[in-house]
T-cell receptor
């Protein structure tokens, strides 16, 4: 049982480049989330999807877009990467908003 | 505004000493609160939630609505408790909510 799988694990981008972070879960969860983790800032919610077909902004959505491709997959896109987006990105899923969230292993992104 | 505050970035104790990791929240309504833990090189995982009122790995947390707090306690710390601890609040509440986290407290248990 893989749980929540994120790809890639590491990525270095140049300023202005674009990329998509992939996330997939095999637990038949309805809700999925993208967080970024920065030193001293904890985890901040970027976007979430309460159910298939819906997405909503979190605390720090600027510079990002998301797609809930199907119930399993929730991708995060950086259209024009900036150094301020250097961070560790975590995808998570839960059956619904008030149940346990399961996290991926994280993607360490560096924008130079 | 909905907010979770963990005032301590780092908490260092000796093995066998009591531990209290502080968490305060701001939320209008009935809060749903959680503690998540991230051990070194492991994924973030749920430690406990207030609604279940359970003890996990010797940790307990009581919701105090009067003080808007949800502090995590353990009477006797162990070295394996060393980790990053995050307090989290279900924003919006209910099944359509989502988690917002505090900034985290790094617990270091010394031998």
């Amino acid at each position: 049982n893989a749980g929540v799988t994120q790809t890639p694990k590491f990525q270095v981008l140049k300023t202005g480049q674009s990329m998509t972070l992939q996330c997939a879960q095999d637990m038949n969860h309805n809700s999925m989330y993208w967080y970024r983790q920065d030193p001293g800032m904890g985890l901040r919610l970027i976007y979430y999807s309460a159910s298939e077909g819906t997405t909503d902004k979190g605390e720090v959505p600027n510079g990002y877009n998301v797609s809930r491709l199907n119930k399993r997959e929730f991708s995060l896109r950086l259209e024009s990467a900036a150094p301020s987006q250097t961070s560790v990105y975590f995808c998570a899923s839960s059956m619904q908003g008030d149940t346990e969230a399961f996290f991926g292993q994280g993607t360490r992104l560096t924008v130079v | 505004a909905q907010r979770v505050t963990q005032p301590e970035k780092l908490l260092s104790v000796f093995k066998g000493a009591p531990v209290e990791l502080k968490c305060n929240y701001s939320y209008s309504g009935s809060p749903e609160l959680f503690w998540y833990v991230q051990y070194s090189r492991q994924r973030l995982q749920l430690l406990l939630r207030h609604i279940s009122r359970e003890s996990i790995k010797g940790f307990t947390a009581d919701l105090n609505k009067g003080e808007t707090s949800f502090h995590l306690k353990k009477p006797f710390a162990q070295e394996e408790d060393s980790a990053m601890y995050y307090c989290a609040l279900n924003r919006h509440g209910g099944s359509q909510g989502n988690l917002i986290f505090g900034k985290g407290t790094k617990l270091s248990v010394k031998p």
